[in-house]
Every structure is written in C-alpha cells, then in structure tokens.
C-alpha cells in the first residue's frame, strides 16, 4: 500500500530523496575533480576529456541492457548495489594514492565502472518513486527530485573544486561516502521496490521493448521527441552563449555569472514546478516554453549585454522543469510495471540522444553563420517544434488526466 501523508512525513521517500542527494552532490564533486587530478599529474587536455568520454560511452551502451534488469530484479538491491560498487571504485583512487600512486588507466577504468554502474542505478530509481508515492504526489516527488539534482549541479562544482583546492584527492573522498550514505538510506526503505512477478501485462521481455511500447504511444512519443529538441536548443545555447560573451569582451567572471542565472532559473522551476503543472494543460506548458525560447533569440540577437541576457535566460528555464516533471510524469505513469525499466531507458536515450550533437551543431553554426545566425537557426527550431507537436497534445485532459487512468494498474501492481 502507498503511505498517503505527505512527502515531507512520508519516511520511506525521504530516504530515497535523501540517498539521491548524497549521491547527486557526490557525483558532482568527483566531475570536476577528475579532470583536475589528470592535469595535475601531468596528463594532457585530450586525456582529462577521455575520462568524460570513457563515462558517457559506457553510461550509453549499458543504459538499455540496465532497463532490462531493473524490470527483473528487485530495484531496492540493485540501487543498493550499485551504490556499493561505486563507492569501491571511488574509494579505490584515494586508497591508491595512500599504498603508491594513481595511475591514468586506473581513472579511466573508475570512471568506466562509474558511468557503468550508474546507468543501472538511474532506471531502478526512476521505477521506484512510482511505488513510494500515491498518485497524486508523483508531481510533487517529481518536482522535489527536479529540484534536487539542479542544486546538485549548480553547487556540486563549486564544492567540488574548492575540495580539490584544499587537497586534490578530497572530492573522491567525498564521492566515496556520498555512495555509502546513498546505500545506507536507500537499504533502509521498508516499500517493496520487487518488480510484480504476477504482472503479465506485456510479456515482452526483448531488450527492445521499451521503444516498442513508444512505438505504440504517439502521444508520450511526440511528447519525447519535443523535449529532446528543447534539450538541444538548451545545451546548443549554453555554448552559444559562451562564445558570444568572450567574443565581446565580457570577463570570465560574467560568463560564470551568465550561467549560474541558467542554473538558478532552473532551480526556480523546479521549486514552482507543482504549481504550473497544477495550473496548465501540456500544451500549454509546451506552448509557453517554445514561444520563451523564440523570445530569447530574438532578444539575444539585439543584444549581449549580460544584465540583460541573465535575466532573459533564466526566466526561459524557469519553465524547463515543469515540461520535464510532465513529459517524466507521463511516462513512469502510464508505463507497465514489467517494462517500466526499459521504457524509462528508452526515454531516457530518446531524450538525451539528440541533445549530445548539441555541442558540436552549435561550433558548426557558429563559424558557417555567426552569433545572430545560430540564434536564428535555433529560433526556427523551437518554433518547428512547438507547432508539430501542438495538434498531437491539444486535448482537454488536464495534465494528471492519465495519472487518474493508471490508479487501478498502479493499485494492481501492489
């Protein structure tokens, strides 16, 4: 049964929000502190890059096999596991350094190991608030964990280099403990996280299912689609909004200003995340956010003035959230209980796919047309988007209309 009070005296969320929060602030300290340590051992730039590399690569070709597990085994064990085994990978650079020296191939195989193990922690959490929470709190949760790993990002760094500052092997440390209190909170939830071996709703068990089940889903799969586009035209502006400053002489000081507005829009959003989502239909929140962003190209093309572009920026990504929180709603609600984990993997990749050639588009832009003509380009985009994606959307559901419909599976799967 679902423990109905509220999340802040619900004890079985609040260790599986507390236990992310160790873990998010934990992974955010050794980010930075990677890099740093290759550099201060002597390696070079492209070395300190293979890190991140070694990471993502794995995190990506292991994120579907992971759905598959997490759809078989108990999500409680494999969140607790895999906390554990980060915390050995972790724990083992400190350790090497105590017993003799760190090595390149050592923090290569850690961050492996690390972007591994976290691609099979991340659906079994996701898969789980759907079992710590009633129906009608999944906004609030979601909000609340929204909220949660954008301070994790925001701050994270920051901490993170300062500990790297005081001694370059601390963040590590850190990351290390982070995993075990993360386990720690996580084994002590009482909520049976077992996956329903009565469920037979699908029967599908290929590695393929959840992309299957979108197949099926044109609204969730349209929903996807405009949130991997608004994910590119975010990452694509950070970087763009970067060159442009440099390129007109602001300090480094302002550019680390001009972002940490994007995080504090962010970190907004997911604060008022529950009242927009109370308030708006899908597509408006959709709609909202696609006219945002073609607002701040057109203010970004008239002017680089950083008191101005701060601001404009972290209003457009104070609605971020709110279209995360829905388009994650959607999905974890209306999901099977036998292929939640691979469908939330498969959205996970649909979602994340796209936005990495961020980066790389945005460079392209840049030289072949300019400041004014990338923000064209991206102004265009979001308006393709929000008008291919509106006529699907428009229904006079409310946005927890679904929600409402899955309460009896919800119920079943207990």
């Known amino acids: ?136 709190q999944l906004t609030a949760a979601m909000a609340s964990s929204q909220a949660r790993v954008t301070a994790a990002g925001l701050l994270g760094p920051a901490i993170g280099g300062w500990l790297f500052a005081w001694h370059r092997l601390a963040p590590f440390v850190g990351d290390a403990v982070s995993y075990l209190v993360s386990a720690l909170l996580i084994g002590r939830i009482s909520t049976s996280l077992r996956p329903d071996a009565g469920n037979t709703a699908s029967r599908d068990r290929r590695l393929s299912a959840g992309f299957r089940w979108f197949a099926r889903h044109r609204v969730l799969r349209v929903a996807v689609v405009f949130g991997s586009v608004v994910n590119l035209i975010s990452v694509s502006t950070v970087l763009a909004v970067v060159v442009s400053a440099q390129r007109h002489g602001h300090s480094a000081t302002t550019i680390g200003l001009l972002l940490a507005c994007v995080g504090a829009g962010s970190l907004c959003g997911a604060l008022v995340a529950t009242a927009i989502v109370k308030r708006l239909s899908l597509p408006a929140v959709f709609a909202t956010l696609g006219a945002g962003w073609v607002a701040t190209f057109l203010v970004l093309m008239s002017t680089s003035s950083p008191w101005v572009v701060g601001p404009v920026l972290a209003a457009v990504y104070l609605l971020a959230p709110s279209a995360a929180i829905l388009i994650g709603k959607m999905l974890i609600a209306g999901a099977p209980e036998d292929l939640l984990g691979r469908i939330t993997t498969a959205g996970g990749l649909l979602m994340s796919g796209l936005p990495a050639l961020g980066p790389l588009l945005t460079g392209i832009l840049l030289v072949a047309l300019g400041e004014n003509g990338t923000w064209l380009v991206l102004a265009a985009t979001a308006v393709v988007a929000t008008l291919a994606c509106l006529p699907t959307l428009r229904t006079p559901e409310r946005p927890n209309a679904p929600m409402e419909e899955r309460d009896e599976v919800l119920r079943q799967a207990r």
């Open 1 to 136: 049964m679902f423990d109905s009070r509220p999340l802040r005296d619900n004890v079985d969320f609040r260790r599986y929000w507390l236990g992310q929060v160790a873990s998010d602030f934990g992974t955010q300290l050794s980010l930075v502190a990677f890099p740093l340590l290759v550099l201060s051992l002597g390696g070079s730039p492209a070395q300190a890059g293979g890190i991140a590399t070694g990471s993502l690569v794995a995190r990506t070709v292991c994120r579907l096999p992971a759905g598959v597990l997490v759809d078989r085994w108990d999500r409680r064990r494999v969140m607790v596991a895999s906390d554990l085994i980060r915390a050995v990978a972790l724990g083992s650079i400190p350790l090497a350094a105590l017993v003799g020296s760190v090595g390149y191939p050592q923090m290569v195989i850690v961050a492996i190991v690390e972007g591994a193990v976290g691609s099979v922690f991340w659906p079994a959490a996701a898969a789980s608030i759907r079992r710590l929470v009633p129906p009608q």
